[in-house]
């Protein structure tokens, strides 16, 4: 009759180094070096008892990822079955190891395969190992596009929120609306004040203007100049008598007799 196998399950734990580095840990009855694993406990999936003997045996926190196979071997006339998730290993163990194990330690692949005593686990990393750091590259570089991702989204939000900045010498060579849509004013034309008590001058008509005779001439008269206002001495307490103001028809025949 055949023996029930012994179920178990282990890690192939990388931790993010330049290159990634394989766990690999020592056992302390037999000194051998192996790959991190352990039977499974009573009701326990292997997918969780991989997790819990992973910290356990290599004193690091864990993220669980793809599975990446089983290894089946002999071990005391017992089949033992063995299965195998990709994790990543945090950077700082969070406790001790178990007693069973001496020590751990990280190696590239190379290394790792070279540091291990069984063969059959030798085969095994030999297969899963590339597969195991394909499947790291790609998720590394999933989780940058999103940070990048992330923080875009987050500047995108910050510069939303922040208030506009106005140059202070664009709006200072900007026009001026208002300026611009009024309408120029038209120059104002300055017109000598009235005197005060002086009437308004009445329109003329062209019949008021006598018609000069024709002259056989034809001379160009030039009128005679103006003689120069004389200031008339009014003596000392006596009232200045107003002159009498003529209106402009008046003015104007005066001063074509004096023309003529």
Excluded at 84 to 100: E, F, Q, S, T
Excluded at 211 to 220: L, Q
């Amino acid at each position: 009759m055949a023996r029930t196998p012994v179920l178990a399950a282990g890690g192939i734990v990388l931790r993010r180094e330049i290159p990634p580095r394989f766990a690999v840990v020592r056992l302390r009855k037999r000194n051998e070096w192996v790959l991190p694993k352990g039977k499974l406990d009573d009701g326990e999936t292997p997918r969780a008892a991989a997790e819990r003997e992973v910290l356990e045996e290599t004193g690091h926190d864990v993220d669980v990822h793809e599975f990446l196979g089983t290894l089946v071997y002999d071990s005391g006339g017992r089949s033992k079955v063995v299965h195998y998730w990709r994790m990543d290993a945090g950077g700082k163990p969070v406790r001790a190891l178990m007693n069973d194990i001496r020590e751990v330690d990280w190696l590239p692949l190379d290394a790792a395969l070279e540091r291990l005593s069984r063969g059959y686990e030798r085969a095994f990393l030999e297969n899963v190992g590339p597969i195991a750091l394909q499947a790291a590259a790609l998720a590394e570089r999933e989780r940058r596009a999103r940070a990048r991702a992330v923080a875009a989204e987050r500047r995108r939000s910050r510069e939303a929120a922040m208030p506009q900045v106005v140059d202070e010498q664009e709006v200072a060579d900007a026009p001026d609306v208002a300026d611009a849509a009024a309408p120029a004013e038209a120059p104002a034309i300055d017109q000598p004040p009235l005197a005060q008590g002086e009437p308004d001058p009445p329109a003329m008509a062209p019949q008021d203007f006598p018609a000069a005779a024709p002259d056989a001439a034809a001379e160009t008269v030039i009128p005679e100049q103006a003689p120069p206002l004389v200031h008339e001495v009014v003596p000392a307490g006596a009232a200045p008598q107003p002159a009498p103001r003529k209106n402009l028809i008046e003015r104007v025949r005066d001063w074509l007799r004096r023309a003529a």
